[in-house]
Structure formats: C-alpha cells, structure tokens
C-alpha cells in the first residue's frame, strides 16, 4: 500500500524548476518597473497652514456647465495614512471618479506631523484647520457652505466640525467611519484596552507612524502579510499587477507620526472611552452635539472592514439629527471601497448622484 506521504522526487524536482522559474520572471518585472507614481490628477494648491495644504483637483474638461454640481465637495482624510489612497492611479481614483461626474473636488492633506505638532489636539483640528479649510474652499468656489466628505477618522473630525457649525456644511458625506467604539468586534479598540495611551506620549511624543502600521499589520497578521504575498506569486510575472502592488505597498508604508496630544485624545476619548456615543465629547469647553447635524447624511461603509466594522458605524443614524438620511453598505473592505474594480463602478456614482440630487441651483463656478 502507497503511503500518502510518499513523492514522486521527479515530480518534485519539475514543480521547483517551475516555481523557481516564476520566480526569475517576476524578479525580470520587477527589475523593469520604474518609480510608481500615485495621485496623478491634476489638482493647485490653494490654501496652507502649517504642515496643512488644501488641493483643488482641475475639473475634468469634457463635464458640460450644466452638469457640474455647484456646491464644492471637501474630503478631510484621516491623519493616518496618506490621502492619495483616493488618488491610487487613473484607473483607481475615486476623486477621478468624482471628477468626471461633475463634483468640484478639495482635499486636506495632513502633510507628516513634526516635533512642532506634538501638541496638537482636537481643538487645533475642529476648531482651526477644519473652519480655516470650509472658509478657504468658500473663498475659492465662490460657495457658501459646502458639502463635506470625511473618511474614517477624518469623518469622526467631521462628525464634530458639522455639529458645531451645521450653517456652514450644506451636506455631510461619512465613509467607513466610526462613531460607535465600543461594538464587540473593533479590535482596535480591544488593543487599546491593554495601552497606557498618557504614558505611550509621555514617552514618545509624537507617535510613530512605523508603529501604528505595525499595530494595524497586526490585527490581522495572516491576511495583511503572509497572505497578499502569496498572491502575489500567483501573478508576479504580470508587470501591471506588480505596479498595482507596489503603489498599495508604497501607501501601507507611508506613515505619518502622529502628533502625541490628538493621538493621546483621539484614543481616550473616544476609543477608550466613547464619548461621541455617549453624548460627552467636549472639545475646547465647546459639547459636541450630533443632534445638531440636520443637513442631509450620507453614510457609506463596508461590510468586510475589519478596522471599522459596520456596527461602528451605522450607529451614526441614531446620534444625528437628520431627517434626510441614507445608508450604503460596499461589499468590500476597508480599502477595497476606494480602489476596489467593484468601487470605481458603484462608489463615485452613487456620491455623485446623492449630492446632484440635494444641489441647489443656480451657482456662482469658477472653471
């Protein structure tokens, strides 16, 4: 009887041979690809305050006056990270995507935090930069008020920016972002249970952008490491999937410090302890009230997102005020909403329509 374990050596020898061979070719296509470059649109300054610059992306050309929204979209992106994940390459952009369906697009770039920044906190972001951006966005469109974009973190800093200043935000769009910290299957915040978040920025300061990354590498080990090079073997001699790879590992490993007092609040007041939840974010003296937020909303998030699980939030729909709002849920995962084939499809559209559908008429445009 034939043990189950027993090999045929020649078969084993033509599978490495094959294997090995693989491997060459993807070496030959990785030794060819160039410098990737990410977030291509074309796009001007025009707004910056300390490591802050605000983008305006150049309207697409071929988008007729009359199918232009007027009022101005502002993505605030989260200080983690990089925003030109919205910008991945021409095929993978949701701000692409925005563009070419007639929205008038900014974006706040964060920059990457010094040891000037180990002090700021919440009030420097929803009270400073978040106002001082709206106010140069209005200025620059021609506008008043505009429609504001937060995604992940930089929807719960929006979440606080539209409670306060409901007159200035004509539409409030949130994706994957959370507002419910506290839901059984966060494992951000299951890690943050075991932190001395005051003595981590005592000791560190600003906090490291490598360590957060491994932090998040870490909550799913297997799937975020082991696995996706794996499959990159599966299609290492296809030199476009290496280029999309390597933009995505370039993104990964692109990590900002984050300044030690916005890092130190962020985690205690509202992952440790809920407080926008709850009804108990104060920020400067000034309550957080998402009651306050009676502008239509727009909530987008994924089903398979392990960093923002759905129950984080869809919560939301309870804390605001809102009569007008709606839900998406994205068959996908936390990054796979922007850059995702399924994405490109269904996202864009679907903001694009929302806001045509709550734009007033007619506006002031600048081309």
Not at 107 to 126: N, T
Not at 148 to 155: H, I, R, Y
Not at 244 to 252: A, H, V
Request: hydrophobic share 45%; net charge neutral; aromatic share 10%.
């Amino acid at each position: 009887m034939t043990s189950p374990f027993e090999f045929d050596p020649q078969v084993l020898a033509q599978e490495a041979e094959r294997f090995a061979a693989r491997l060459r070719a993807g070496m030959e296509s990785l030794a060819r690809v160039a410098e990737v470059q990410i977030g291509t649109a074309p796009k001007e300054a025009v707004y910056a305050e300390d490591k802050l610059v605000l983008y305006r992306y150049l309207p697409e050309p071929d988008v007729q006056p009359e199918a232009r929204i007027a009022t101005p979209l502002l993505i605030c992106y989260a200080l983690v990270n990089r925003p030109y994940m919205l910008d991945l390459q021409p095929d993978r952009s949701l701000i692409r995507g925005l563009l070419k369906r007639g929205v008038d697009v900014y974006l706040i770039d964060w920059g990457y935090p010094d040891g000037a920044d180990r002090y700021l906190g919440f009030e420097d972001y929803v009270l400073r930069y978040l106002p001082n951006c709206v106010a140069a966005v209005e200025r620059t469109s021609g506008s008043q008020g505009v429609n504001l974009l937060g995604v992940c973190q930089g929807g719960t800093l929006s979440v606080c920016y539209a409670a306060l200043h409901p007159e200035r935000v004509r539409n409030l769009l949130t994706m994957v972002t959370p507002v419910d910290f506290r839901t059984p299957d966060n494992l951000l915040t299951k890690w943050a249970e075991h932190v001395d978040v005051d003595a981590l920025v005592a000791t560190v300061g600003n906090v490291p952008g490598t360590m957060l990354n491994a932090l998040f590498l870490s909550l799913m080990p297997f799937r975020l490491t082991v696995h996706k090079y794996l499959a990159l073997l599966d299609q290492i001699e296809d030199a476009a999937a290496v280029e999309n790879f390597l933009r995505m590992e370039k993104w990964i490993f692109d990590s900002p410090d984050q300044p030690g007092e916005m890092f130190r609040q962020f985690m205690t007041w509202l992952v440790k302890e809920n407080r926008l939840m709850r009804g108990a974010l104060e920020i400067a003296g000034r309550r957080i009230d998402p009651r306050r937020i009676t502008m239509p909303v727009f909530n987008m998030y994924a089903l398979q997102d392990h960093l923002v699980p759905p129950a984080a939030s869809t919560p939301l729909r309870t804390l605001v005020g809102a009569v007008d709002y709606s839900e998406y849920a994205f068959a996908g995962g936390h990054i796979g909403i922007y850059v995702s084939g399924a994405a490109q499809r269904e996202v864009p559209p679907r903001i694009a329509e929302w806001l045509r559908a709550r734009d007033p008429r007619p506006a002031r445009r600048r081309s």
